[in-house]
């Protein structure tokens, strides 16, 4: 098996949400997104998976040293490692450009419960961050993401992810964000919004998520959601 395939495995069972989104990536660099989704997936379970924000503190550090690694050329012999250093090596991202989905995550190490505005102060680091490596991986020109709301998108999307049990006003500042992400997207010229859909789709599935928080839908429904949009062109 190869890298990506161990990494499109892993993603299916991190974050279903991504895994399924990223199929609609084009071919050539349905890879570099996979990589990138796996990243952040895996990292955005570490605050959940540790009881001692030392051990996380280490843990995060431990993806800041790969990424020093990589620039090297060194994996760890690692799947991720691999895969990222192929990533990096095709120029439209630079490695340090992740360190924001790594460096986002400290704050989510304390223990108790957290206020709306921190866990959108979180959300205002990973978010963008994570958005904007999606959008240059599938060739969309960064300057031209100001129009579908790029800061609103990626914000909106990672504070949804972040929503608690019970944050309702967290759903609710997202599904704001979200849908006036949406609403600029589906304005944009049909070309435009053709680059763009790949990465965005993740961001109307959100939106979708928030408006019905906390029931949910189904995973069937959620799956058609997306084919409904990646068809017609609009989030």
Known sequence: MSDFETLRAELRGLDGDLYLC????????????LS???FYADIA??????SDPMVGAIRLQWWRDLLVALEAGETRGTPIGEALLEVGRDGRIALPDFLPL???REAALNEGG?????????????????????CQLVGAQVPDLQAPGLQSAGTGFELMRLAPEGGEAVAARANTLLSEAC?????LPRAQRKALLPVFLPIGLARRQAQHFPQG???L???????KMAFLGRI
């Open 22 to 33: 990223h199929l609609f990536a084009p071919a050539p660099v349905r890879d570099a997104v």
């Open 45 to 50: 379970r570490i605050p959940a998976l540790v």
């Open 221 to 227: 429904r959620y799956q058609i959601s997306i084919m």
């Open 183 to 187: 609403q600029s997207f589906n304005q």
């Open 217 to 219: 839908k189904s995973l």
């Open 114 to 134: 957290r206020t709306l505005e921190e866990l959108e102060a979180e959300a205002e680091i990973v978010g963008p961050a994570w958005l904007k490596l999606a």
């Open 36 to 38: 990138l989704y796996h």
């Open 102 to 104: 790594i460096d986002g």
